[in-house]
């Protein structure tokens, strides 16, 4: 299994943090706003592995639909992982209750806000971190 390649000196965190700065100082701090920052990092990191973010995913669940903020598909178009942003305001464990209790798929997702990592594989929590600290 290929390993991610991505340290906290590569280009693509220190432009995370300097845009999230930015739009901090605009007073744009709503999940519209800072989702794309991070969606950029995630554009680099499924390069690795030939793989394509593709935003506003649709998942079909039994009777309804949810619509993550995006998955990482293959070229045959298969979600190999999914990611759902909050904003800075939003308590992140809250937000992870309700997309579980809305029937959020749990086999490889990245719950995240601009503070804040929650990383579920095979319905089990694998990393909840706060990704601010790797900078001090």
């Not at 949810?66 to 992140?92: H, M, P, Q, T």
């Amino acid at each position: 299994m290929n390993t991610l390649n991505l340290k906290t000196s590569h280009k693509a965190i220190a432009d995370y943090y300097q845009n999230l700065d930015n739009l901090s100082n605009l007073g744009a701090s709503h999940e519209g706003a800072v989702k794309s920052t991070f969606a950029t990092i995630l554009r680099e990191c499924a390069k690795q592995f030939s793989l394509t973010l593709s935003e506003e995913y649709p998942i079909k669940r039994n009777r309804s639909h949810i619509r993550v903020d995006g998955a990482l598909v293959n070229s045959f178009n298969l979600a190999c992982g999914y990611w759902e942003a909050k904003d800075i305001k939003d308590d992140l464990a809250i937000q992870v209750k309700k997309k579980i209790a809305q029937g959020y798929p749990l086999d490889n997702i990245l719950f995240q806000s601009p503070e804040h990592v929650i990383i579920y594989q095979d319905s089990k929590s694998v990393f909840n971190e706060n990704i601010t600290e790797v900078l001090q």
